[in-house]
């Protein structure tokens, strides 16, 4: 994969079809170029203020509908993402990671037995010292029925990436609360929806629904008019919240 | 983002994972009992100042607040479930119902993430509009902010001024799009209506209108002694710790880490505009208070420059009339007047999102309050719940 990518790294960037206004021209926003000036790149925001004076004739709507060359216009297709750090990592766990990049945001596909360790890395070694959200997606159909992201920024090198790993029903990952502290209630609402525990979370417990609440309303198996009567009926003193 | 790294930050917890943080749990500590001197008491969900549907349990020791423990949900809506269930379109009406006070911010934040998966990008006439209606609404937001913040705290007066003076940007989004509160005033792929004729009067005798009257709010407050005596060292949040926790927009800002998603990584036309990004020092209320302030004067910059360039052209991108993104996920985060806004987007090629997740800058920032208001004294907790600025439509969602 990271062969094959080296010949695709010029369509990558500009595949990515941006073409109103003046992002293309900013420094370094996250997830739009794969950064291989991650140091120096990351010094400049700090002052972009120098607005751009006048943006090329901002792309008409139409420009919008044909996007530079590549990738076709219609369904854009992941790409794969190239960096320094990228390849640093796909040597040290090989096929347990893959890179790619949709749409000019990045990501990491990653084996769950890696998680722990890397998260830790991607924190201390590349300063992703923000995590802007946890979330999962459920996918009944599949074998591992839920997909789990991480979606961590970096202020000293403004990237946003995201993390993603997948796990069975009744899985359990380990908690990133020690990382990023506001894991906290990111991890009780992943639970709360999805029932998916974490380990060595401190509180793990509901936070959007009552405590005794049965079921994970986000899981798809959970039909929007579903609620727990039992609870409606006991708490609210109603036949039905319907 | 350099001046984080150098800057030595002040009164940081330094391990906040080994810190009993937001947890306290009394059936799980290590002593299952209060102290004779500790006391247990219920603020809320019924409470004037906690902004909406908040319970916060506090543990205390006299006046001396020992712990935290906020209980939220009483205003969830399962926005995410509901979602999943209509189509892109259908769905963008739901959002204003999140932060209600800042709708027309929510609207872009998840119109621009549609935009993003669609791969297509608003025509430059709607990208002004956009910026003018959010900028608005940002002031609009704050002012709510300030005028509860205020009143809790005991000031009366601001909320009066404050109400009144947002009822001209109000005028102006009813004037625009028919609506005040809930605008819905953006649609996937630019706007749905045409400026108004004199809109960019209203515009700008709103700013001319209101200028004067930020003067009016800081002489009430900026200096004012009692102002300065309960939100001055209180609610002290480091950049480190705002960091670890997640905490976004102004709250970030004034631990004196200059960070605004406007800047860092520009959507719409931001990056057009000349703005500066207000920090503050200690972190401290007072700090908030500022920043804050100095934003609504930064936004008014935003908007004069943005009314006096509306270039002419088409207010909508060419969208399919059926929106089916092609299968694929997309994160798109904007600068709402709290913090960050983010959607995450997942398309399985249909005309519903088959999973759309909401980044709430109120439900994050909330989590911060434990920290904050740890050995400060209860009356504290009432202002350090007015500066967090939450709106429970949003934190509970």
Redesign the interface.
Known sequence: MAEESKSQVPPSPDGE???????P??PA???TTPEKTATPA??K??A??A??PD?PA?????A??K?AAPAK????T?LPWTSPMVEKYKKQYGSGLEAQS??G?NYFTVDRSLIPDFLRLLRDEEQF?????L?A??YPKREKQFEV?W?LYS??R?E?I?VKTQIADGESLPSS??????A???EREVYD?FGIKFDGH??LK?????DEWEGF??RKD?D?LHQDKKWVQINLGIESGQ | MNDLKDKALPNAVTDLASSPSSRFNLEASDKPYLDSNELIINMGPQHPATHGVLRVILKLDGEKVLGTECVIGYLHRGVEKIAENRTYTMFNPYVDRMDYVAAVSNGLGYCQAVEKLLNIEAPPRANFIRVILTELNRIASHQIWLGTHALDIGAMTPLFYTFRDREEILKIFEKYCGARLTTHAFRIGGCQYELYPGFEKDVKNFLAFFLPKMDEYEALLTGNRIWIDRTKNVGMLSARDAIALGVTGPMLRASGVKWDIRKAIPYANYADFDFEIPIGQNGDTYDRYLVRMQEMRQSCRIIEQAVNGIPEGPIMAKVPKVIKPAVGEIYHSIEAPKGELGYFIVSDGSTQPYRLRVRPPSFVNLQALDIMVRGQLVADVVAVIGTIDIVLGEVDR
Do not use: E
Not at chain 1, 73 to 76: D, I, V
Not at chain 1, 129 to 133: A, G, K, R
């Open positions: 079809p941006k073409p109103a206004t003046a992002k021209s900013t926003p996250a997830g990351a010094q925001p700090a972009p203020a607005p751009k943006t901002p792309a008409k709507p139409a919008a509908a996007p216009p219609a369904a854009p992941p949709y749409l945001q010292d923000y995590c802007v959200d979330t997606v459920h992201f979606i202020f000293p403004n946003r995201r609360f020690p990382l990023w502290p506001t906290d209630w990111l929806m401190p509180n509901r936070i959007l629904l009552p309303p986000l959970y929007i």
